[in-house]
């Protein structure tokens, strides 16, 4: 099958009119299905198959009274449990036991541990045999900290948040451990990071009767890529990226969603995770509402009240694609950390050829070069933005009126600043701030005849950590086309609903 689809992108496609060249590509890319769950048992996201393997280990342990402590894991989605209390053959039966309900039990003979897992083994669960050595425990599996313990200091009982490289803001329990176990590590990020999402309905009628009065009274004043449709468009993809989140970075403290009051039918508003913010709220008294510029709502968001000091800002349409850490975004100490483009900033200046991304990116460049006598030249990966208050904070102080300018614009203007996407990084790099650091996004553009196979080869591969799927001016004959490859690809990719979504609308 892959060799077809191959053929039929390489060699099939340059015989068919460019306008059926994305129906061909999708017709015969068929992706992969969701994966099956196992009758009478709920799907679960990753987290959670986590906590069934920890809870099924905790249990059959305290069951059979065999004493246990926890330990902090290398890898940072799964968990592991150390045992000095029974030995090894013992500690296996008790753990084979597991397999009747629906585990798996893996014993590595090299390390004396199991692991055990519902999911993956990544957010499983791994058991260690820990063995007397003169007045110590040790053991041969690796974990964060350290394979020796003293055996005479006696356990303690310690918060779940102690074991894991970032905060769990569900997890509540406590679990007993040893001492040399509660140290926080220099390289661990525990302070709450939000995540800040904007959207937008653009096939809402009142919405786009709103959206078209504001165009009228601007009489034709703006770019062509102002107020195109596709940049209002919904695929669907807010509860996707948001079921991303949930799956592959859960250390999130909250949600902010920012629209202009309007709420997706399947978004579950009282979730006590979830903040849905009007266009009014945020703005206040500033700029001009309605607005349809993503720069001016960009400008405005660390205005959010009770919003984190650090935090994440995604477009809908971007994603997590496998698990993250905090550590991806941010320092232990508050710094960030932005992923360069290796598209670039031109040097000419700002000009009517230039679309409004140029523009912004130009008039970031002049006040970096009035500011600190740099200029700006990559732009940014269109993936998560991790950023900090007191640097937006910092910019809209020493340039209130490029700030305000922006906010005040309806649509993408030639005078727009780029805030959260470029100009706080480049800002918090040149004051110390920030560093750039890899990320391997996928990006792919949904008018291009290449993307179903693409998305098809991502689906076995899952070998990227962000991705984007952007919709950038395709034809109103394709739309259906485009929602159909969003559809598939989103629930293959990501087939678990996400707490955020009402029981009634989950599927």
Not at 230 to 236: I, K, L, Q, V
Not at 251 to 259: A, D, G, M
Not at 306 to 322: K, P, Q
Request: aromatic share 10%; with cysteine; charged share 25%.
């Amino acid at each position: 099958m892959d060799r077809i689809v191959k053929q039929v992108q390489r060699k099939l496609i340059k015989l068919v009119p460019p306008e059926r060249r994305l129906l061909l590509t999708h017709t015969v890319a068929r992706f992969l299905p969701a994966p099956s769950t196992p009758a009478g048992k709920p799907a679960m996201l990753p987290f959670q198959h986590r906590e069934r393997a920890l809870a099924a280990v905790r249990g059959v342990l305290e069951g059979h009274s065999v004493g246990y402590f926890r330990v902090p894991d290398r890898r940072p989605f799964a968990a592991q449990i150390g045992v000095a209390d029974a030995s090894p053959s013992e500690l296996a039966e008790l753990l084979l036991r597991l397999r009747d309900e629906g585990l798996k039990v893996k014993h590595d003979p090299r390390e004396v541990s199991w692991n055990v897992w519902s999911g993956t083994p990544d957010f499983g669960c791994a058991v260690s045999v820990w063995r007397r050595s003169g007045t110590e425990l040790v053991t041969d599996r690796p974990n964060a900290m350290t394979q020796r313990v003293r055996a005479d200091r006696e356990p303690v009982q310690v918060p779940a948040s102690v074991f894991g490289p970032f905060r769990d803001f569900d997890d509540s329990s406590v679990w007993p451990s040893r001492p040399e176990f509660t140290g926080t590590p220099a390289q661990r990020v525990d302070f709450p990071i939000d995540v800040v999402y904007t959207w937008v309905d653009g096939a809402d009628p009142v919405w786009r009767a709103r959206r078209d009065a504001a165009l009228g009274e601007g009489r034709g004043e703006h770019h062509a890529l102002a107020a195109n449709e596709s940049r209002y468009t919904d695929y669907g993809e807010l509860r996707y990226s948001m079921r991303s989140l949930w799956s592959y970075a859960p250390w999130f403290r909250r949600v902010y969603l920012v629209t202009d009051d309007q709420v997706p039918d399947w978004l579950d508003v009282d979730h006590p995770r979830l903040r849905v913010v009007s266009h009014k709220e945020l703005f206040g008294d500033r700029g001009a509402l309605p607005t349809f510029n993503s720069h001016a709502i960009e400008s405005q968001l660390h205005r959010l009240p009770g919003l984190s000091d650090r935090f994440l800002y995604l477009n809908d349409d971007v994603m997590f694609a496998r698990p993250l850490g905090p550590e991806t975004f941010f320092e232990p100490f508050g710094h960030s950390h932005f992923f360069r483009s290796p598209a670039i900033v031109d040097t000419s200046s700002p000009g009517p050829r230039d679309t409004p991304v140029e523009q912004a990116g130009k008039n970031n460049r002049r006040l970096l070069q009035e500011r600190f006598g740099r200029i700006n030249v990559n732009k940014m990966k269109h993936a998560a933005h991790a950023l900090q208050k007191e640097v937006l904070a910092e910019i809209a102080e020493a340039h209130p009126d490029a700030v305000e300018a922006t906010a005040s614009h309806r649509f993408r203007h030639p005078d727009d600043l780029a805030m959260t996407s470029s100009l706080h990084h480049y800002w918090a790099y040149l004051s110390g701030r920030a560093a750039p650091s890899p990320l391997a996004l996928f990006y792919a553009d949904l008018t291009m005849p290449s993307t179903p196979v693409r998305l098809r080869e991502l689906l076995r591969s899952r070998d990227r950590d962000m991705l984007c799927l952007n919709d950038t001016d395709g034809t109103e004959a394709e739309r259906h086309i485009r929602t159909e490859i969003c559809r598939r690809f989103f629930e293959a990719y990501f087939p678990v609903a996400s707490p955020f979504e009402l029981p009634e609308t989950r599927r």
